[in-house]
Nanobody, 115 residues
Framework: QVQLVESGGGLVQAGGSLRLSCAIS????????MDWYRQAPGKQREWVAS???????NYADSVKGRFTISRDNAKNTVLLQMNSLKAEDTAVYYC?????????WGQGTQVTVSS
């Protein structure tokens, strides 16, 4: 059974940094992409960043230049380095893995940025 466990969230002051980690356990036949999403209170879940099987990355305009997505294949982990955090980055952050025919979600980790 596949499980995704996010960690690394917390409370940080504006301008600070956090690094989120998503540990993948279980076997996924073929991973097409790894994504991070976030959901702020009262808002819809929004896509933040992705990295595909070839290592190509994409970012939402709101985080471009501040966030970096990467993966550690040896540790079966996807990371999100978040720098220059703003109050509007406050949200629950979710890891999403896109396999063949389905995707997998973690339980989320809270990120709170105080202004």
């Amino acid at each position: 059974q596949v499980q995704l466990v996010e960690s690394g969230g917390g409370l940080v002051q504006a301008g600070g940094s956090l690094r989120l980690s998503c540990a993948i356990s279980g076997s996924i036949f073929s991973i097409n992409a790894m994504d991070w999403y976030r959901q702020a209170p009262g808002k819809q879940r929004e896509w933040v960043a992705s990295i595909n099987s070839g290592g190509r990355t994409n970012y939402a305009d709101s985080v471009k230049g501040r966030f970096t997505i990467s993966r550690d294949n040896a540790k079966n982990t996807v990371l999100l380095q978040m720098n220059s955090l703003k109050a509007e980055d406050t949200a629950v952050y979710y890891c999403n893995i896109v396999g063949v025919g389905r995707s997998y979600w973690g339980q989320g980790t809270q990120v709170t940025v105080s202004s």
